[in-house]
């Protein structure tokens, strides 16, 4: 990622001036990417769930050949960065599922994952990235109709809102204050991780949980734009993300950054989560996201070690 992984975006001003109030969304890509979980493969049929036609050929023949270049997103590296060809093959099979569908969920979710790893974990130049940002963006904006309209599993439509959620995250951490608030980023971002979270808590092991946790914590409280912050629920919501997975790094992780902040006093059961993650063994199949969040947690270590001296 060219980017550091930590972003501050300027969201509020206050009083004669800057404010000083800033948007720790601590790298959309990381804190966000502490999302991917489980092999999608391993889950049940959506269709069969919820009593649906299954996709037609053509649809399945792409989503299967999607999900194999998925899987081999990160067999090469460049660095701590995928190579980007099997994302970016994966986006193209994505894509034509999604011709010959328009209106399922499964491609539209599975896109949006595709394209935010393709920003924030591929070796790709900002010009591609951002044009994937808006690609996502529109994406999105699109699902809003079908996911209104209640059809699909409960599964899919929990996975497309996340995503949907986590595109215009990924594009708020690319954009201008007057941009953030005037498209309501912050807000679309908490409804539909809330709106993923009633239908299925399970997405992402925890990923509507940690997103909400980040959000009440970081957000400044601002009426109108961003009144629904409520410091007090930061840390629920990322107790709740661990006790789903507890060996998940990213529900690690979530848990100390919110522990150091709602409740500094227990800033050694923070450090306890944040070396769990920096000392442990990436998983193969997320071994970028993996890298990444270790990164981050080692990074904070080294900051609180500085703090003490």
């Not at 493969?41 to 036609?53: D, F, K, R, T, Y």
């Not at 599993?153 to 995503?163: E, I």
Request: charged fraction near 20%; aromatic fraction near 6%; proline fraction near 5%.
């Amino acid at each position: 990622m060219n980017q550091p992984i930590e972003h501050r975006i300027p969201f509020a001003h206050g009083g004669a001036g800057r404010s000083g109030l800033f948007v720790h969304l601590n790298g959309l890509a990381t804190l966000f990417l502490l999302v991917f979980s489980v092999c999608i493969s391993s889950l049940p049929s959506a269709a069969a769930e919820a009593n649906l036609p299954p996709p037609t050929t053509a649809t399945m023949t792409n989503l299967v050949a999607g999900d194999a270049l998925w899987t081999q997103r990160a067999n090469t590296l460049s660095g701590n960065l995928a190579v980007s060809a099997s994302i970016e093959a994966a986006i193209e099979r994505y894509e034509a599922a999604g011709r010959d569908e328009p209106t399922a969920l499964e491609p539209r979710w599975k896109l949006l994952r595709a394209l935010h790893y393709s920003v924030d974990f591929a070796d790709r130049d900002d010009d591609a990235k951002q044009a994937s940002v808006n690609q996502a963006v529109a994406i999105a904006h699109e699902s809003i109709r079908l996911l209104e309209s209640e059809e699909g599993s409960n599964r899919d439509r929990a996975r497309l809102y996340f995503w949907s959620g986590i595109a215009w995250g990924t594009k708020a951490g690319r954009v201008g204050l007057l941009t953030v608030v005037r498209e309501g980023l912050a807000t679309r971002m908490h409804d539909f991780a809330e709106s993923a979270l009633e239908l299925d808590p399970s997405v992402e092991q925890g990923g509507s949980l940690r997103l909400l946790s980040r959000l009440h914590a970081t957000l400044p409280r601002v009426p109108f734009v961003s009144g629904w912050v409520d410091r007090t629920k930061a840390l629920g919501f990322a107790e709740r993300a661990l006790a789903l997975d507890p060996d998940h790094s990213g529900n690690q992780l979530i848990m100390a950054l919110t522990l150091l902040e709602m409740t500094p006093s227990r800033e050694s059961d923070a450090r306890a989560f944040l070396e769990s993650v920096s000392n442990g063994t990436p998983r193969i199949d997320f071994l970028v996201e993996d890298l990444a969040i270790q990164a981050q947690a080692a990074s904070r270590i080294d900051e609180l070690n500085r703090e003490s001296q």
